[in-house]
């Protein structure tokens, strides 16, 4: 049975630093491409950030230069480091677990976390 649990969440000041995780457990994590969604209240859930298997790395242009996503095979986790963030940046931030094959794409969801940038 696949888990995919994200942790970290929680209110920060603007300007201020959190880092979220999110452990997935159940799966072959190393060849899994790892990302992270988020969803504003009214809006999509948009890409973050995103981590091959390989270690290659995309961002959204919203977070460049801000926010860093890793992953450690060894520990089934993968995590965003968020630095200088914005009201902007509150959202539901979620984990995901990717694989694409030449027929479909199989993918895992967390059930997300909490990410409030406010005084």
């Known amino acids: 049975q696949v888990h995919v649990v994200e942790s970290g969440g929680g209110l920060v000041q603007p300007g201020g630093s959190l880092r979220v995780s999110c452990v997935a457990s159940?799966?072959?994590?190393?060849?899994?491409?790892m990302a992270w969604y988020r969803q504003a209240p009214g809006k999509q859930r948009e890409l973050v950030a995103a981590v091959t298997s390989g270690g290659r790395t995309n961002y959204a242009d919203a977070v460049k230069g801000r926010f860093t996503v890793s992953r450690d095979d060894a520990k089934s986790t993968v995590y965003l480091q968020m630095n200088s963030l914005k009201p902007e940046d509150t959202a539901v931030y979620y984990c995901?677990?990717?694989?694409?094959?030449?027929?479909?794409?199989?993918?895992?969801w967390g059930q997300g976390t909490q990410v409030t940038v406010s005084i």
């Open positions: 159940g799966i072959m994590f190393s060849i899994y491409t």
């Open positions: 995901n677990a990717r694989i694409d094959s030449l027929i479909t794409a199989t993918q895992f």
